[in-house]
């Protein structure tokens, strides 16, 4: 068919899925596209240090809730339930925060590297302790060194997580080869 006509193109046009990712890297930069996790999650953490999410606050909207929940509790249960509920929310965002960070440090990289885990827990350690600074100009709120601390206690479990995950964790295809070159390992 192409003897026939010459001035037509032998490769076909690309297809849609095939210029996808092309596409999206031309789009969004690869640095953009690997931090705007942390980037969002930083503003989320911000709000939840401003007066709308204090303790009188959240108590509002969390009594009802408990209560449906437990109807027999009384109001020392229900304040020790939410002071649990508010430590427990320091110390998973930042083990997301941690996580998210570690993404973004890693970039386009695969794998683990001690130095990536090591900036992404210093990074969240360091914006827990100025969030705590920020609370201490919120007349509603309290900055407290133990908050900081429990923030960055979550971040270090993310760390923790992070390093079994890639230690533990293979590629299917390392596992392959050494399947292969290890001869004793078939018996």
């Known amino acids: 068919m192409s003897d026939l006509q010459p001035w037509r193109n032998p490769r076909p046009a690309p297809q849609l899925p095939e210029m996808q990712p092309r596409l999206h890297k031309l789009l969004i930069p690869a640095w953009l596209r690997a931090w705007w996790p942390a980037i969002a999650w930083a503003c989320v953490i911000f709000t939840l240090s401003t007066d709308s999410f204090s303790s009188e606050h959240t108590a509002n909207i969390l009594s009802p809730v408990v209560h449906w929940l437990f109807p027999r ?45 090591i900036a992404a827990l210093s990074v969240a350690a360091g914006y827990s302790i100025m969030d705590e600074i920020h609370q201490a100009f919120v007349a509603s709120r309290t900055a407290s060194p133990y908050d900081s601390l429990l923030d960055s206690i979550g971040a270090f479990f993310a ?14 295809a390392d596992s392959l080869q050494d399947q292969v070159s290890d001869p004793t390992s078939a018996a």
């Open 73 to 117: 509790l009384s109001q020392d249960q229900f304040d020790f339930v939410h002071h649990l509920i508010r430590k427990s929310a320091h110390f998973t965002e930042y083990f997301i925060f941690c996580l998210l960070i570690y993404r973004g440090v890693r970039g386009d990289r695969k794998g683990w590297r001690w130095t990536w885990g």
């Open 159 to 172: 760390f923790a997580v992070l390093w079994v995950w890639f230690r533990f964790r293979r590629p299917k």
